[in-house]
């Protein structure tokens, strides 16, 4: 039993830089911590929801989708229980509903931690919107 709070999108220009956090809690977290992932995914009005950045909790390993690699960082602070996504150069193709996600996941391989089954729980999202 997972719960995630997000928190950071707002409004920006093409160019500027927002950060998004995400904050898990609950009992299954905490006690298989090193084994879960975060990560984060989006998605635009009329199209399907596509991964953007995870991060493996215990190994620190993380991926990008090849849209966002050279802009976006995804980070985590273990103590807090919290993942950043700090996403910079923000284009107007980034708008969309920003989703955080967590899982247990063995490994940590590419295709577990990108894939959207890997995880079972999801915030509510947060909206991201670059203007040109």
């Known amino acids: 039993q997972v719960q995630l709070v997000e928190s950071g999108g707002g409004l920006v220009q093409a160019g500027g830089s927002l950060r998004l956090s995400c904050t898990a809690s609950g009992r299954t977290f905490s006690r298989y911590f090193n084994s879960y992932a975060m990560g984060w995914f989006r998605q635009a009005p009329g199209k399907e929801r596509e991964f953007v950045a995870t991060?493996?909790?215990?190994?620190?390993?993380?991926y990008y989708a090849d849209s966002v690699k050279g802009r976006f960082t995804i980070s985590r602070d273990n103590a807090e229980n919290t993942v950043y996504l700090q996403m910079n150069s923000l284009k107007p193709e980034d708008t969309a509903v920003y989703h955080c996600?967590?899982?247990?996941?063995?490994?940590?391989?590419?295709?577990?931690?990108?894939?959207?089954?890997?995880?079972?729980?999801w915030g509510q999202g947060t909206q991201v919107t670059v203007s040109s």
């Open positions: 996600a967590a899982g247990v996941v063995s490994g940590s391989s590419y295709g577990a931690l990108t894939s959207s089954r890997t995880y079972d729980y």
């Open positions: 991060i493996k909790l215990g190994a620190g390993v993380t």
